[in-house]
């Protein structure tokens, strides 16, 4: 079918008469009718079966078929130039929204990735209506995957000036990968799941159940820190402190040197549910809690100075960009916080997604520009301009992202529940156009 202006002008596929010789039934298909037949091949025609020439109304036509019927046909069957209507080619392929091999027409794509393509048997190959690859957009490549976690991926860490990329999962493991050959190099087992990680400097610290390990890459100092109660979910560094989201709160550390110990330094109160993301700027500490809330903390007193309670869900994720605040939420949105003549923050901006969300990470592309990453729980993230909130692309993965952690010279990391760990990059302008 070509479209030139309001016009349409369909060609005929075969001869005019019907040909007998071809497999199909004689029946037209329910689905084709409808526009959503997906059946290759279908056993059915995707075409009007065309009535005989007026002459032969009140005959039985060559063909045997009674013709006595006086009600109009559906479809688009009105043109009989030639006694003929759209007739079936005998070497006719259903190949709509498709293109041969080599055709110069445009595939169009279901954004799904094709579960025979992922197994390595997909037979269509550049035909296939699903992606054939685990992105759209073209500005990131997959460099590798990590496999070895058996449960959710909930902590990513690269210290500096170490070679060796940490993840860790609620299957009680942390791992540890080789970054130049992507091996595991080893696992280190703990009696409970591992729900955060985080790398500062040459610390690692793993937030467990009732306890935060610290581990320094350096020196190979092992320390507990205990004092949370329940799962540590989240964790973040500020004002000299380690500070760490639990189901009963936040507590805070601070590192002695004297001692070569984290001593506490208080327990921040005031979340009714647990506390499951942290973030850190401009003096404050903001926390996400399961209780729907966000609280703003003066990291000076360790005291509430506010508190936020436009999310309608858990507020699974927050990021500070510039001067403003963003969270997401199982409530489908992401809001962008800014503050007010008073000092307080407002919502800005709320952006809506079709899905939950369950991540958020603030990156700049290979050109410099801000953009933000959304991991979304149809197992997809969303990559978007900042602050236009103009889509670069989507990333595909076997199931919900839980951890984004961004590296150096353009790498980033993504940890997904079914245990995957993958390793991208972002392309620079010449090679994702070349």
């Not at 961004?406 to 972002?426: C, H, M, N, Y």
Request: proline share 4%; aromatic share 8%; with cysteine.
């Amino acid at each position: 079918m070509e479209m030139d202006g309001s016009k349409r002008v369909f060609h005929r596929l075969g001869p005019s008469q019907l040909d007998n010789s071809n497999n199909k039934q004689q029946k037209v298909c329910f689905h084709w009718r409808a526009g959503r037949c997906n059946r290759f091949p279908c056993p059915f025609l995707h075409r009007e079966i065309q009535g005989p020439p007026p002459h032969q109304q009140q005959h039985v036509a060559g063909n045997g078929m009674s013709s006595s019927s006086s009600k109009r046909p559906h479809g688009f069957n009105d043109d009989n130039r030639g006694g003929g209507g759209m007739r079936r080619n005998p070497n006719f392929n259903n190949t709509w929204g498709r293109t041969a091999p080599g055709g110069g027409a445009v595939v169009k794509k279901t954004e799904k990735v094709c579960n025979y393509w992922v197994k390595g048997n997909c037979t269509y190959g550049n035909t296939c209506r699903f992606l054939h690859s685990w992105t759209t957009g073209d500005c990131f490549t997959l460099l590798t995957q990590l496999e070895g976690h058996q449960k959710v991926v909930t902590g990513i860490a690269l210290p500096s000036g170490s070679d060796k990329l940490y993840s860790g999962s609620t299957d009680k493991t942390v791992r540890v990968w080789d970054c130049q050959s992507g091996q595991c190099a080893g696992v280190v087992n703990f009696d409970g799941e591992v729900g955060s990680m985080l790398s500062e400097g040459p610390w690692i610290f793993v937030g467990l159940t009732n306890l935060v390990k610290a581990w320094n890459t350096q020196t190979g100092t092992d320390l507990s820190l205990n004092g949370p109660v329940g799962q540590v979910y989240a964790l973040v560094v500020g004002n000299d402190m380690l500070l760490a989201g639990t189901e009963d709160g936040i507590l805070a550390w601070k590192y002695n040197g004297s001692t070569n110990n984290f001593d506490p330094v208080k327990a921040l109160t005031g979340h009714t549910h647990h506390v499951v993301s942290l973030v850190v700027g401009a003096n404050r500490l903001y926390s996400g809690s399961m209780d729907n809330s966000i609280r703003v903390w003066n990291l000076e007193t360790l005291e509430c100075v506010q508190v936020l309670t436009d999310h309608t869900s858990v507020v699974m994720s927050v990021l500070c960009w510039d001067q403003f605040l963003l969270s997401c939420s199982l409530d489908k949105t992401i809001k962008v916080w800014a503050a007010n003549e008073s000092g307080n923050l407002e919502v800005t901006y709320t952006h809506q997604e079709e899905r939950g969300l369950l991540a958020l990470c603030g990156m700049h592309d290979s050109e410099a520009k801000p953009v933000l990453l959304c991991s979304c729980n149809d197992n997809t993230i969303r990559v978007y301009d900042l602050p236009s909130f103009s889509e670069r692309g989507k990333i595909f993965s076997k199931e919900g992202v839980r951890r984004i952690e961004i590296g150096p010279a353009g790498l980033f990391f993504t940890g997904d529940e079914s245990g995957q760990v993958r390793v991208w990059k972002w392309l620079t302008e010449s090679s994702s156009t070349s």
